[in-house]
Protein backbone atom coordinates (compact mmCIF):
# COMPACT_ATOMS: atom_id res chain seq x y z
CA UNK A 1 0.00 0.00 0.00
CA UNK A 2 1.55 3.45 -1.06
CA UNK A 3 0.12 5.82 1.60
CA UNK A 4 1.30 9.90 0.90
CA UNK A 5 1.14 12.14 4.22
CA UNK A 6 0.64 15.87 3.16
CA UNK A 7 2.23 18.63 5.63
CA UNK A 8 5.36 17.52 7.31
CA UNK A 9 4.80 18.71 10.80
CA UNK A 10 5.14 17.18 14.27
CA UNK A 11 1.83 14.78 13.46
CA UNK A 12 2.98 14.27 9.92
CA UNK A 13 6.45 12.99 10.59
CA UNK A 14 5.16 10.99 13.43
CA UNK A 15 2.30 9.35 11.25
CA UNK A 16 4.82 8.75 8.54
CA UNK A 17 7.57 7.04 11.08
CA UNK A 18 4.90 4.93 12.03
CA UNK A 19 3.42 3.46 8.68
CA UNK A 20 7.22 3.04 7.94
CA UNK A 21 7.81 1.40 10.88
CA UNK A 22 4.53 -1.02 10.17
CA UNK A 23 5.81 -1.63 6.54
CA UNK A 24 4.03 0.68 4.66
CA UNK A 25 5.45 2.53 1.57
CA UNK A 26 5.12 6.42 2.39
CA UNK A 27 6.13 9.96 1.15
CA UNK A 28 5.81 13.34 2.97
CA UNK A 29 4.79 16.48 1.13
CA UNK A 30 5.94 19.62 2.57
CA UNK A 31 4.65 23.27 1.33
CA UNK A 32 8.17 24.50 3.02
CA UNK A 33 11.24 24.75 1.27
CA UNK A 34 13.25 23.73 4.08
CA UNK A 35 11.98 21.19 7.07
CA UNK A 36 11.83 23.25 10.23
CA UNK A 37 9.68 24.27 13.31
CA UNK A 38 8.98 27.85 14.49
CA UNK A 39 11.22 28.87 17.15
CA UNK A 40 9.34 28.14 20.02
CA UNK A 41 9.24 25.37 22.95
CA UNK A 42 6.08 22.51 23.09
CA UNK A 43 5.41 20.07 26.44
CA UNK A 44 4.87 17.07 25.71
CA UNK A 45 3.44 14.70 28.43
CA UNK A 46 3.69 11.04 29.53
CA UNK A 47 1.21 10.24 26.30
CA UNK A 48 3.06 11.82 24.18
CA UNK A 49 6.44 10.54 25.51
CA UNK A 50 5.09 6.90 25.30
CA UNK A 51 4.89 7.03 21.53
CA UNK A 52 7.86 8.90 20.78
CA UNK A 53 9.71 6.52 22.95
CA UNK A 54 8.42 3.63 21.12
CA UNK A 55 8.76 4.48 17.49
CA UNK A 56 12.80 4.41 18.98
CA UNK A 57 13.64 7.82 19.53
CA UNK A 58 14.03 8.08 23.35
CA UNK A 59 17.95 8.58 23.55
CA UNK A 60 17.66 11.21 20.36
CA UNK A 61 14.58 12.78 22.44
CA UNK A 62 16.30 12.68 25.68
CA UNK A 63 19.09 14.23 24.96
CA UNK A 64 18.03 17.87 23.89
CA UNK A 65 14.63 18.06 26.15
CA UNK A 66 14.16 19.04 29.52
CA UNK A 67 12.44 18.11 31.97
CA UNK A 68 10.54 20.25 34.85
CA UNK A 69 9.87 18.90 38.38
CA UNK A 70 6.72 20.60 38.75
CA UNK A 71 4.50 23.24 38.05
CA UNK A 72 3.54 26.65 39.85
CA UNK A 73 1.20 29.00 39.40
CA UNK A 74 2.38 32.34 40.13
CA UNK A 75 0.08 35.54 40.58
CA UNK A 76 0.71 38.16 37.83
CA UNK A 77 1.56 41.07 39.73
CA UNK A 78 2.54 40.21 43.41
CA UNK A 79 4.73 36.84 42.11
CA UNK A 80 2.99 34.65 44.96
CA UNK A 81 3.54 31.30 44.49
CA UNK A 82 1.34 28.45 44.45
CA UNK A 83 2.81 24.60 44.10
CA UNK A 84 0.30 23.00 41.27
CA UNK A 85 2.02 19.51 40.49
CA UNK A 86 5.04 17.21 40.81
CA UNK A 87 5.86 16.28 36.46
CA UNK A 88 9.28 14.65 37.64
CA UNK A 89 9.14 11.37 39.19
CA UNK A 90 5.75 11.58 39.42
CA UNK A 91 4.48 11.03 35.81
CA UNK A 92 6.78 8.37 35.41
CA UNK A 93 5.40 6.62 38.49
CA UNK A 94 1.99 6.98 37.29
CA UNK A 95 2.11 6.71 33.56
CA UNK A 96 5.79 5.48 33.19
CA UNK A 97 7.08 7.93 31.08
CA UNK A 98 8.41 11.41 31.59
CA UNK A 99 7.15 15.33 30.36
CA UNK A 100 9.28 16.66 28.98
CA UNK A 101 9.91 20.08 27.50
CA UNK A 102 11.12 20.33 23.84
CA UNK A 103 11.94 22.83 21.34
CA UNK A 104 10.25 22.28 18.34
CA UNK A 105 12.61 22.11 15.76
CA UNK A 106 14.66 19.66 18.06
CA UNK A 107 11.10 17.40 17.93
CA UNK A 108 11.07 18.34 14.27
CA UNK A 109 14.57 16.86 13.25
CA UNK A 110 14.72 13.89 15.14
CA UNK A 111 11.43 12.42 13.88
CA UNK A 112 12.57 13.30 10.19
CA UNK A 113 16.01 11.85 10.84
CA UNK A 114 13.32 8.96 12.15
CA UNK A 115 11.57 9.05 9.30
CA UNK A 116 14.90 9.00 6.92
CA UNK A 117 16.66 6.42 8.77
CA UNK A 118 13.85 4.60 7.25
CA UNK A 119 13.43 5.72 3.96
CA UNK A 120 15.89 8.63 3.09
CA UNK A 121 13.85 10.26 0.02
CA UNK A 122 10.33 9.70 2.12
CA UNK A 123 10.27 13.63 2.88
CA UNK A 124 9.33 16.00 -0.33
CA UNK A 125 10.07 19.45 -0.12
CA UNK A 126 8.15 22.69 -2.02
CA UNK A 127 5.10 20.26 -2.16
CA UNK A 128 1.92 22.48 -1.69
CA UNK A 129 -0.94 20.64 -1.56
CA UNK A 130 -3.43 22.97 -4.00
CA UNK A 131 -5.96 20.14 -4.31
CA UNK A 132 -6.96 16.47 -4.21
CA UNK A 133 -9.27 13.93 -6.34
CA UNK A 134 -9.85 10.44 -5.68
CA UNK A 135 -11.61 7.48 -7.45
CA UNK A 136 -12.01 3.32 -6.99
CA UNK A 137 -7.78 3.31 -8.20
CA UNK A 138 -6.43 6.15 -5.72
CA UNK A 139 -6.15 9.29 -4.80
CA UNK A 140 -4.70 12.10 -6.73
CA UNK A 141 -2.28 14.79 -4.97
CA UNK A 142 -2.39 18.15 -6.68
CA UNK A 143 0.63 20.91 -5.84
CA UNK A 144 1.45 24.14 -6.70
CA UNK A 145 4.32 23.36 -8.66
CA UNK A 146 2.16 21.72 -11.66
CA UNK A 147 2.73 18.28 -10.68
CA UNK A 148 0.31 15.43 -9.31
CA UNK A 149 0.82 12.24 -7.00
CA UNK A 150 -1.10 9.34 -6.87
CA UNK A 151 -1.06 6.76 -4.00
CA UNK A 152 -3.69 4.52 -1.99
CA UNK A 153 -4.32 6.92 0.66
CA UNK A 154 -3.87 10.07 1.82
CA UNK A 155 -3.21 11.43 5.29
CA UNK A 156 -4.32 15.19 5.44
CA UNK A 157 -1.56 16.38 8.08
CA UNK A 158 -1.41 20.25 6.71
CA UNK A 159 -2.33 21.92 9.94
CA UNK A 160 -4.64 24.46 11.20
CA UNK A 161 -5.29 25.76 7.37
CA UNK A 162 -5.64 22.05 5.73
CA UNK A 163 -6.54 22.37 2.22
CA UNK A 164 -7.24 18.73 2.63
CA UNK A 165 -9.53 19.71 5.07
CA UNK A 166 -10.87 22.05 3.10
CA UNK A 167 -11.60 20.70 -0.05
CA UNK A 168 -13.54 17.29 1.64
CA UNK A 169 -15.23 19.16 4.05
CA UNK A 170 -15.90 22.80 2.98
CA UNK A 171 -13.93 26.19 4.28
CA UNK A 172 -14.67 26.49 8.27
CA UNK A 173 -15.61 29.44 10.08
CA UNK A 174 -13.35 29.83 12.44
CA UNK A 175 -14.87 32.30 15.36
CA UNK A 176 -11.75 34.87 17.01
CA UNK A 177 -11.70 34.68 20.89
CA UNK A 178 -10.37 37.85 21.24
CA UNK A 179 -7.50 36.35 22.91
CA UNK A 180 -3.56 36.95 21.24
CA UNK A 181 -0.71 34.62 21.78
CA UNK A 182 2.63 36.13 22.51
CA UNK A 183 5.67 33.75 21.91
CA UNK A 184 9.34 33.63 22.18
CA UNK A 185 12.94 31.75 23.10
CA UNK A 186 15.41 32.99 25.65
CA UNK A 187 19.56 32.09 25.70
CA UNK A 188 18.97 31.16 29.73
CA UNK A 189 22.24 33.99 30.19
CA UNK A 190 20.14 36.43 29.47
CA UNK A 191 18.20 35.64 32.44
CA UNK A 192 18.97 36.37 36.32
CA UNK A 193 19.52 33.06 38.14
CA UNK A 194 16.59 32.96 39.97
CA UNK A 195 14.40 32.41 37.08
CA UNK A 196 16.17 29.15 36.44
CA UNK A 197 14.77 27.04 38.50
CA UNK A 198 13.90 23.84 36.55
CA UNK A 199 10.14 23.76 37.70
CA UNK A 200 7.60 24.91 35.06
CA UNK A 201 5.33 28.53 35.54
CA UNK A 202 1.57 29.45 34.90
CA UNK A 203 1.14 33.05 35.63
CA UNK A 204 -2.55 33.88 35.67
CA UNK A 205 -3.69 37.59 35.71
CA UNK A 206 -6.96 39.19 34.94
CA UNK A 207 -7.34 39.18 30.92
CA UNK A 208 -4.17 37.37 30.59
CA UNK A 209 -1.45 34.82 31.50
CA UNK A 210 2.11 33.45 30.51
CA UNK A 211 3.56 29.96 30.52
CA UNK A 212 7.29 29.78 31.10
CA UNK A 213 9.66 26.61 31.11
CA UNK A 214 13.28 25.82 30.14
CA UNK A 215 13.93 23.69 27.14
CA UNK A 216 17.35 21.93 25.15
CA UNK A 217 18.88 21.02 29.03
CA UNK A 218 17.87 24.36 30.18
CA UNK A 219 19.94 26.27 27.68
CA UNK A 220 17.09 27.73 27.02
CA UNK A 221 13.71 29.36 27.89
CA UNK A 222 10.05 28.94 26.50
CA UNK A 223 8.09 32.22 27.03
CA UNK A 224 4.45 31.95 25.92
CA UNK A 225 1.58 34.36 26.86
CA UNK A 226 -1.64 35.25 25.69
CA UNK A 227 -3.21 38.48 26.19
CA UNK A 228 -7.15 39.33 25.81
CA UNK A 229 -6.83 41.38 22.74
CA UNK A 230 -9.60 42.35 19.66
CA UNK A 231 -7.26 44.46 17.77
CA UNK A 232 -5.29 41.48 16.50
CA UNK A 233 -6.84 38.34 14.28
CA UNK A 234 -4.55 36.90 12.24
CA UNK A 235 -3.81 33.33 13.25
CA UNK A 236 -0.14 32.46 11.87
CA UNK A 237 2.87 31.07 13.33
CA UNK A 238 5.18 33.67 11.69
CA UNK A 239 4.25 37.15 11.82
CA UNK A 240 6.46 39.26 14.33
CA UNK A 241 5.69 41.54 16.79
CA UNK A 242 7.88 44.01 18.92
CA UNK A 243 9.39 43.83 22.43
CA UNK A 244 7.79 47.37 22.78
CA UNK A 245 4.41 46.17 21.92
CA UNK A 246 4.29 42.63 23.97
CA UNK A 247 5.37 44.68 26.91
CA UNK A 248 2.55 47.03 26.76
CA UNK A 249 0.46 44.08 26.83
CA UNK A 250 1.48 43.54 30.03
CA UNK A 251 2.05 47.02 32.02
CA UNK A 252 1.85 46.31 35.69
CA UNK A 253 2.67 42.59 35.54
CA UNK A 254 5.45 40.84 37.82
CA UNK A 255 9.02 42.63 37.01
CA UNK A 256 10.17 38.17 36.15
CA UNK A 257 7.54 38.79 33.34
CA UNK A 258 8.76 41.84 32.09
CA UNK A 259 12.38 41.16 32.25
CA UNK A 260 11.40 38.23 30.25
CA UNK A 261 9.89 39.90 27.25
CA UNK A 262 13.12 42.63 27.31
CA UNK A 263 15.25 39.27 26.72
CA UNK A 264 13.10 37.89 23.67
CA UNK A 265 15.02 39.06 19.83
CA UNK A 266 11.75 38.63 18.06
CA UNK A 267 8.29 37.84 19.67
CA UNK A 268 6.10 36.29 17.61
CA UNK A 269 1.99 37.16 18.04
CA UNK A 270 -0.69 34.45 16.82
CA UNK A 271 -4.81 35.59 17.27
CA UNK A 272 -6.32 32.31 18.80
CA UNK A 273 -9.45 31.19 16.94
CA UNK A 274 -11.96 28.57 18.30
CA UNK A 275 -13.31 25.58 15.54
CA UNK A 276 -16.20 23.16 16.94
CA UNK A 277 -14.48 19.36 17.10
CA UNK A 278 -15.76 17.37 13.84
CA UNK A 279 -17.62 14.80 13.99
CA UNK A 280 -16.12 12.49 11.16
CA UNK A 281 -12.45 13.22 9.25
CA UNK A 282 -12.55 11.26 6.92
CA UNK A 283 -13.87 10.88 2.86
CA UNK A 284 -12.96 7.52 1.15
CA UNK A 285 -9.42 7.36 0.60
CA UNK A 286 -8.32 10.46 2.32
CA UNK A 287 -8.19 11.15 6.28
CA UNK A 288 -6.57 13.62 8.27
CA UNK A 289 -4.92 14.11 11.62
CA UNK A 290 -3.89 16.72 13.90
CA UNK A 291 -4.83 20.31 13.85
CA UNK A 292 -5.94 19.83 10.49
CA UNK A 293 -9.30 18.28 12.20
CA UNK A 294 -9.08 19.03 15.64
CA UNK A 295 -7.21 22.41 15.96
CA UNK A 296 -7.60 23.50 19.88
CA UNK A 297 -6.55 26.50 21.88
CA UNK A 298 -2.90 25.94 23.55
CA UNK A 299 -4.94 25.67 27.32
CA UNK A 300 -4.27 22.11 28.35
CA UNK A 301 -0.88 21.92 26.20
CA UNK A 302 -1.96 18.75 24.51
CA UNK A 303 -2.51 20.22 20.72
CA UNK A 304 1.22 18.64 19.39
CA UNK A 305 0.71 15.50 21.55
CA UNK A 306 -3.12 15.00 20.20
CA UNK A 307 -1.50 14.86 16.43
CA UNK A 308 1.66 12.12 17.87
CA UNK A 309 -1.32 9.82 19.09
CA UNK A 310 -3.33 10.40 15.93
CA UNK A 311 -0.23 9.71 13.58
CA UNK A 312 0.37 6.46 16.00
CA UNK A 313 -3.18 5.11 16.18
CA UNK A 314 -3.43 5.18 12.56
CA UNK A 315 -0.98 3.43 11.63
CA UNK A 316 -1.37 0.71 13.90
CA UNK A 317 -5.08 0.82 12.40
CA UNK A 318 -3.98 0.65 9.48
CA UNK A 319 -1.48 -2.46 10.07
CA UNK A 320 -4.31 -4.52 12.31
CA UNK A 321 -6.37 -4.19 8.98
CA UNK A 322 -4.25 -5.27 6.62
CA UNK A 323 -4.48 -1.79 4.87
CA UNK A 324 -8.15 -2.27 4.32
CA UNK A 325 -8.34 1.46 4.49
CA UNK A 326 -12.33 2.04 5.09
CA UNK A 327 -11.98 -0.62 7.82
CA UNK A 328 -8.80 1.06 9.55
CA UNK A 329 -10.25 4.43 9.09
CA UNK A 330 -12.91 3.88 10.92
CA UNK A 331 -11.06 2.06 13.94
CA UNK A 332 -8.58 5.22 13.92
CA UNK A 333 -11.94 7.35 14.05
CA UNK A 334 -13.60 5.73 17.04
CA UNK A 335 -10.78 5.53 18.49
CA UNK A 336 -9.64 9.29 18.30
CA UNK A 337 -13.17 11.51 17.53
CA UNK A 338 -14.09 11.39 20.94
CA UNK A 339 -10.74 11.98 22.78
CA UNK A 340 -9.74 14.57 20.83
CA UNK A 341 -13.09 16.18 20.76
CA UNK A 342 -12.83 16.53 24.77
CA UNK A 343 -9.23 17.92 24.75
CA UNK A 344 -10.64 20.96 22.57
CA UNK A 345 -13.43 21.27 25.04
CA UNK A 346 -11.40 20.97 27.94
CA UNK A 347 -9.00 23.77 26.78
CA UNK A 348 -11.86 25.90 25.95
CA UNK A 349 -13.13 25.49 29.45
CA UNK A 350 -9.51 26.77 30.94
CA UNK A 351 -10.36 30.18 29.49
CA UNK A 352 -12.04 31.49 32.46
CA UNK A 353 -9.32 29.61 35.03
CA UNK A 354 -6.79 30.83 33.43
CA UNK A 355 -8.18 34.06 33.46
CA UNK A 356 -10.38 35.31 35.61
CA UNK A 357 -11.87 38.27 36.93
CA UNK A 358 -10.97 37.12 40.45
CA UNK A 359 -7.18 37.93 40.18
CA UNK A 360 -7.44 41.80 40.75
CA UNK A 361 -8.60 41.44 43.99
CA UNK A 362 -5.10 40.04 45.92
CA UNK A 363 -7.39 38.15 48.55
CA UNK A 364 -10.11 37.12 46.37
CA UNK A 365 -6.79 35.53 43.77
CA UNK A 366 -6.17 33.78 46.77
CA UNK A 367 -9.29 32.32 47.43
CA UNK A 368 -9.74 31.53 43.61
CA UNK A 369 -6.51 29.90 43.36
CA UNK A 370 -6.81 27.66 46.36
CA UNK A 371 -10.57 26.56 44.85
CA UNK A 372 -9.61 26.25 41.24
CA UNK A 373 -6.30 25.20 40.58
CA UNK A 374 -6.09 21.81 41.53
CA UNK A 375 -4.80 19.38 40.06
CA UNK A 376 -7.83 17.45 39.61
CA UNK A 377 -9.56 20.61 37.94
CA UNK A 378 -7.04 21.59 35.39
P1 LIG B 1 1.34 21.77 12.11
O1 LIG B 1 2.36 21.76 13.18
O2 LIG B 1 0.68 23.05 11.78
O3 LIG B 1 2.01 21.19 10.78
C1 LIG B 1 1.36 21.27 9.53
C2 LIG B 1 2.41 21.14 8.43
O4 LIG B 1 1.73 21.10 7.17
C3 LIG B 1 3.37 22.32 8.36
O5 LIG B 1 4.68 21.84 8.22
C4 LIG B 1 2.91 23.10 7.13
O6 LIG B 1 3.96 23.80 6.48
C5 LIG B 1 2.38 21.97 6.25
N1 LIG B 1 1.36 22.40 5.27
C6 LIG B 1 0.33 23.25 5.48
N2 LIG B 1 -0.39 23.40 4.35
C7 LIG B 1 0.20 22.62 3.41
C8 LIG B 1 -0.10 22.35 2.04
N3 LIG B 1 -1.14 22.92 1.42
N4 LIG B 1 0.70 21.50 1.37
C9 LIG B 1 1.77 20.89 1.98
N5 LIG B 1 2.10 21.13 3.28
C10 LIG B 1 1.32 21.97 3.99
N6 LIG B 1 0.70 21.43 21.82
C11 LIG B 1 1.22 20.60 22.77
O7 LIG B 1 1.03 19.37 22.70
N7 LIG B 1 1.96 21.10 23.80
C12 LIG B 1 2.20 22.45 23.94
O8 LIG B 1 2.89 22.86 24.89
C13 LIG B 1 1.64 23.34 22.96
N8 LIG B 1 1.84 24.68 23.05
C14 LIG B 1 1.27 25.53 22.12
C15 LIG B 1 1.42 26.92 22.26
C16 LIG B 1 0.81 27.79 21.36
C17 LIG B 1 0.94 29.29 21.53
C18 LIG B 1 0.06 27.25 20.25
C19 LIG B 1 -0.60 28.17 19.25
C20 LIG B 1 -0.07 25.87 20.10
C21 LIG B 1 0.52 24.99 21.04
N9 LIG B 1 0.37 23.60 20.94
C22 LIG B 1 0.89 22.77 21.89
C23 LIG B 1 -0.39 23.00 19.81
C24 LIG B 1 0.52 22.46 18.72
O9 LIG B 1 1.42 23.48 18.32
C25 LIG B 1 -0.27 22.00 17.50
O10 LIG B 1 -1.39 21.27 17.92
C26 LIG B 1 0.61 21.10 16.60
O11 LIG B 1 1.65 21.87 16.03
C27 LIG B 1 -0.21 20.44 15.49
O12 LIG B 1 0.64 19.68 14.68
P2 LIG B 1 0.23 19.34 13.19
O13 LIG B 1 1.35 18.49 12.66
O14 LIG B 1 -1.15 18.81 13.15
O15 LIG B 1 0.17 20.74 12.43
Known amino acids: MKISVVGGGIGGLTAALSLLRQGFDVDVYEQAVELKEVGAGVQVSANGTRILFSLGLEDDIMSIAAQAEGKEIRLWNSGQT ?28 TLAAGVRRIK ?14 QDDKGATITFADGTTATSDIVVGADGVHSKIRETLFGRDDPKFTGIVAWRGVIPVERLPERMLRPVGTNWIGPGGHVIQYLLRGGKLMNYVSVVERADWQVESWSVAGTVEECLADYEGWHE ?63 AENNGNYEAAFAGYEAARVERTGKIVRGAEGNLSRFH ?16 EWQEDKV
Open 120 to 133: PDAIKLSKKCVGIT
Open 82 to 109: WKLFDLGPLSIERYGFPYITIHRNDLHQ
Open 256 to 318: DIRTMIKAIDVPYKWALMLRPPMDDWTRGRVTLLGDACHPTLPFLAQGAVMAIEDGFVLARAL
Open 356 to 371: NAALKDPKLAEDYVNA
